[in-house]
């Protein structure tokens, strides 16, 4: 991930001397914001120019604010943990016609992963590396393979808002009262949408207790542990009746497998199979071996940022393995595409490993191996840059359909994947 991967190269930092390759003025920040929103967009175009919901957009977020109010649902948990950016999404999408919900929550979805950049490339971070070094993280994270699943989807947006929770633990502390308000907002968004705020949370105080006792930092971390208090208290009274129970079907192959194909080759050549049954063991296990040994050596020897990066990616692997929302056995249902959202902190995780190891201060035998594996990357951006593309549900014949229904009657629209769909009544 761009953030992360970027504080590995902390070395560069000595390079800048002042002469302001750091810096990004206020016109370059607005390029680079368009730019990073037409990236996402050149994933799936239609999106933007035939947005239609997906699963839990409308079935849960739209389908609840519509039906049963959106005060009702605002702070109604969704697998045992508050959902507040998709309910608060879903209550605006209220004040305009049903055609344009779709839009709406694509175009939240997208401005949060361009935010994550934005933030990155601002002055929080100039400490951190180059500006030209930052701008290729962000890229990296933008263009990363096997994330499908995760672009411009308002329900997986927890998964991007987790990185912004993560950097703003990670950023310089705040010295303005704008950048003061910004940090808070993060942390209470992002800490009430998805379970995350719970496994940064440890970390977060090492931060405080070891990096950074200061009045600022000490304030941030209260904020997240309220948050926490909230979640965890919401997870205790409902989660358990929330999840998916059954059996894991766990072993210590399917484990590598997981791992080879899912998150480190995929990280470098995305979709791939190597999950399959006929992909060699001692190929598997190989992968599984050396991509470990990448986030080992992060965390034994990369700069305070990225060990704790690497270490909030791996407690957010661990929880989806142990309980993930698959149906049983989940662990050879999470083989599935269309279950990328899991795999998304831990290869980057691994990709800001590679990054680091790539830089100076490493033998040479093992630096030469990360740059071949980053150039290596190349082949899965283009590879999976277009992502595939959602069924045409005609959202905009229904929506047309809905408009036309006398008060109280009610609608059932279809909805992506196939086999979804939402019914709303007519108010």
Known sequence: ??????SILKREVSATNGSGSSAMGPWLHVTVFLASALLIVSHRPEAITNPQFWAEDGVLWYAQAHNLGWREV???????????????TAALAQLLPLAAGPLLFNAVAIFVQVLTVSFFLSSRFHSLGRLPTRLLFGFLYLALPNSFEVTANITNTQWHLAILLCLVAIAEPATSA?????????????????PFAILLWPLAVLVWGWKRRNRWTLTLLFTLTACVLIQLGTLLRTGNAARVHGSLGANPLLFARLLASRVFLAALVGRNNLSDGHSHTFEVVLITV????????????????????????????????????????KWPALLNPWCTRYWLLPMLAFVAGLL???????????????????????VGIVRDWKHPRFTDMHFGVYAQQYSDLPKGSALTIPLNPPGWSMTLTKR
């Not at 605002?74 to 608060?88: E, I, M, N, S, W």
């Open 356 to 378: 680091w190891i790539a830089g100076e201060g490493h033998p040479k035998g093992i630096r030469l191996a990360a740059v071949a594996a980053l150039v290596f990357m190349s």
């Open 178 to 194: 704008w950048w003061r308000c910004f940090d808070i907002a993060v942390i209470v968004l992002a800490s009430l949408t998805g």
């Open 290 to 329: 050396a991509g470990i040994l990448v986030l080992l050596y992060s965390l034994l020897k990369a700069p305070w940022e990225l060990k704790l990066f690497t270490a909030f990616a791996s407690l957010a692997l661990a929880a989806a393995l142990l309980n993930p929302m698959a149906p049983p056995p």
């Open 1 to 6: 991930m761009p953030e992360v991967a970027d």
């Open 74 to 88: 605002l702070f109604q948990p969704v697998a045992g943990y508050l959902c507040t950016l998709p309910r608060l």
